[in-house]
Structures are given as C-alpha cells and as structure tokens.
C-alpha cells in the first residue's frame, strides 16, 4: 500500500476518459484479512474500502509467473510505482524490459541502472524534511499521469521484448552451465 492511497487519489484527477486503475497486492486481493486488523473508523480502512469499491479499480493477486508477468503488461499504458520510500526495483526493471512506460517516485537497486529517460520521475516528498503536504505530492503525480509523453505508443510489443528476456536467459544458463562442465558445449 507504500504510495497506493495517493496514486488512487492522483488516479482520481486525471481527466482522460475510460480510465482504468489495475492493483496487483497481496493484501488488497484479500480484503478481509488486510481490513480487518484496521480499526473499522480508521482513516486508512475508510480509503481503502472506497478503492475497493470503484468501478475503475481492478484489484488482482500478484502475478507469480511469466505467463502473469506478461499478462499484466500487456494492454497496460503505464506501470505507476509511486513508493514513498524504494519503489520495488524488481517491478521497475520488468517493467522497462517488457517495453511498458513506467512512473516511478523513488529509485534503488537494480532500477538505477535503467537507461538514463526510461523512467519517468516523480520525486516522493521526504515529509521528514520538508512540509510538502500529500495533497502536493498526488497533484505532481497527477500532472506526470495526463502528461502525453508519460502514455507513449509502445515501441517494443511485450512478447518481442519477454521473447529476447528469455533469450538472454537461456544464453547466460547454459553458458554458466557449459563453463562449470555441468552442460556440454552445444553442437557437441
């Protein structure tokens, strides 16, 4: 839920017809167990349960394979990663390798290693530092979401670039596996 509160109220602004906010979490695919250990008048809970009921909401399960790696990608127009703290890496450099225009608020890890423009920046407010209200913070992510260059026609379909993933994959594997002597050399 790192950020998922003002990305849905950020979501909410955007004025573009058909919109269609997709959720892949654990705990919000799962409602009872998750809202139930929030007190019923909590301020989170009530949020939470008005995400649950938009129409314009998909809550899924995270996808635990290629086949629902794939899936999630592919007729999305954006992946919006708005952590206030990490950004989840993993689902950044997926993302970027499936072709998908990615929105992200924080970087680490392997996701500071993407190509220099191939995620779209909007930074998370450090509310330890600054007084930048939240209500700043979801109408600077609302801005970079209505943005025309955040929705870019894909270069790359998603199978083409899982195709040449899986490729590279297989590449490396059976050359670690040739050198160790575990594999024969192909063609031998």
Known sequence: RKGLIHLYRAFACVPFAGKRLHVYNTHLSHPAGDLGQLA??????????TIL???????????RDIAGLTEAHRDADLLACPALLDCGPNVLVEAY???TPTLASDLCGAARDLPEGALHIVPAPRWWETAEPAAAFEARLAATLDAPMVRPV????????????LDTILDTWQRLLETYGILAPAGV
């Open 40 to 49: 019923p008048d909590s301020e989170l809970r009530r949020t939470l349960e």
């Open 53 to 63: 009921r938009d129409p314009a909401v998909t809550v899924h399960a995270p996808y």
């Open 97 to 99: 390798q499936l072709g």
């Open 154 to 165: 894909r270069e790359t379909p998603p199978f083409a670039a899982l195709q040449a993933m």
